[in-house]
């Protein structure tokens, strides 16, 4: 059974940093997209970036693009997200995602993915 477990959040101020973790457990991953997804209160989850664990292929939201960057680590089966210049508007709990199935058109579609993580909170002070 896949676990994922987020880490990372946490309070920062405008133009901060953080960085989320996500361990894997349970499968070999490598032939799994690993995604994350944030949402705010009173909106929908949203698709913030992606990558393909074999190869390394990544994708990113347009408004994050030049300021996060996700990657993983194989022998710790973890994928990170780095977070700089963060704004107000970041601010919402991030979910890791995970899914051995999902065609590169669709990555950025929450209902493509089967496992999920708790989630954790990111707050963003003006």
């Known amino acids: 059974q896949v676990q994922l477990v987020e880490s990372g959040g946490g309070l920062v101020q405008a133009g901060g940093s953080l960085r989320l973790s996500c361990a894997g457990s349970g499968r070999t991953f490598s032939s799994y997209v690993m995604g994350w997804f944030r949402q705010a209160p009173g909106k929908e989850r949203e698709f913030v970036a992606a990558?393909?664990?074999?190869?390394?292929?990544?994708r990113y939201t347009d408004s994050v693009k030049g300021r996060f960057t996700i990657s993983r680590d194989n022998a710790k089966n973890t994928v990170y997200l780095q977070m700089n210049s963060l704004k107000p508007e970041d601010t919402g709990v991030y979910y890791c995602a995970a899914d051995p199935r999902i065609n590169s058109g669709a990555w950025w579609d929450r209902r493509a993915y089967d496992y999920w993580g708790q989630g954790t909170q990111v707050t963003v002070s003006s």
């Open positions: 990558i393909r664990w074999s190869g390394g292929t990544t």
